[in-house]
């Protein structure tokens, strides 16, 4: 990026860039531009004002005041073996956090498809057999993204499947010997800690439940990811922390009835718990 911006203005020229807007909200833009013939993908931070920090600190949540959450959350999987984006260039400035300026640039994703989009519509020219293989996989994949992200001390906070992606591409090929690479996105209000609490994994896994029951995903599914989330002990695992799951549950239920308009048909796995 240095020879797109460069000399003392360098800050205010990311701050003034210009491209195709994805989301403009609390101070914050999202935008995709080209440089040499590849697309980047900027978030820039204006400042939130007071107004909003405090908004926030009274809803008790904590607010992301500027782009180091990203990067520091992307620094994070990728050292945990966690798929995600790369980052080309990051700055910040200011010291009053209702007035900080910052900016992180990414690569754009060559996977531009959204898992959740992706599972409701698995490619038919896929025999049956694959066309499961394939699901199982993705599955499987989730599975042990979240299990290295949470070991990892980290929860996402907007943890739907929709914030992985997968390539566009003709499947017709695929085999089940094929890895896979599913991108997790989406990283600006991702907490750290070493260890994450209950609260936060249960709403991180209830997002992603919620996320996926209208994929479908059938009870065999969910014991895929399962197996791969707590591990070959999971019935135990299920049974030791009834509390976190019984949340998880609570809250995929919950996220189902306001968005969906109705109760949710769990799997059975999940659907003896309250």
């Not at 999202?30 to 107004?51: D, Q, V």
């Not at 992307?74 to 200011?94: C, H, N, P, Q």
Request: net charge positive; charged share 30%; hydrophobic share 40%.
């Amino acid at each position: 990026m240095r020879d797109k911006f460069s000399g003392a203005d360098a800050f205010d020229q990311v701050m003034a860039l210009e491209g195709e807007v994805y989301r403009a909200k609390e101070g914050r833009r999202t935008l995709l531009f080209e440089h040499g013939g590849e697309e980047y993908f900027a978030k820039i931070h204006h400042g939130i004002g007071w107004g909003e920090i405090w908004k926030n600190l009274t809803s008790f949540r904590l607010p992301v005041t500027d782009a180091s959450n990203e990067w520091q959350a992307v620094d994070l999987l990728e050292k945990s073996g966690v798929a995600t984006v790369k980052i080309v260039g990051k700055g910040t400035r200011g010291v009053n956090p209702a007035k900080r300026e910052s900016f992180v640039i990414m690569e754009a994703l060559t996977e531009r498809v959204e898992v959740e989009d992706f599972l409701k519509e698995i490619p038919h020219s896929l025999s049956l057999e694959r066309q499961l293989a394939l699901k199982r996989a993705i599955i499987r994949q989730v599975a042990d993204a979240a299990r290295r992200m949470h070991g990892a001390g980290m929860n996402h906070r907007d943890f739907y499947l929709c914030h992985f992606h997968i390539i566009d591409r003709d499947w017709s090929s695929w085999t089940p010997d094929e890895p896979l690479r599913l991108p997790l996105i989406d990283l600006h209000r991702a907490q750290i800690r070493a260890s994450v609490p209950h609260r936060w994994l249960a709403k991180d896994l209830g997002a992603l439940l919620f996320s996926a029951l209208d994929c479908p995903i059938t009870d065999r599914d969910l014991v895929a990811f399962l197996r791969v989330y707590l591990g070959a002990d999971w019935k135990q695992q299920l049974e030791t922390e009834t509390s976190l799951w019984t949340d998880v549950v609570k809250r995929a239920r919950g996220f189902y009835r306001k968005h969906r308009g109705r109760d949710a048909q769990l799997p059975g796995a999940f659907g003896r718990l309250p």
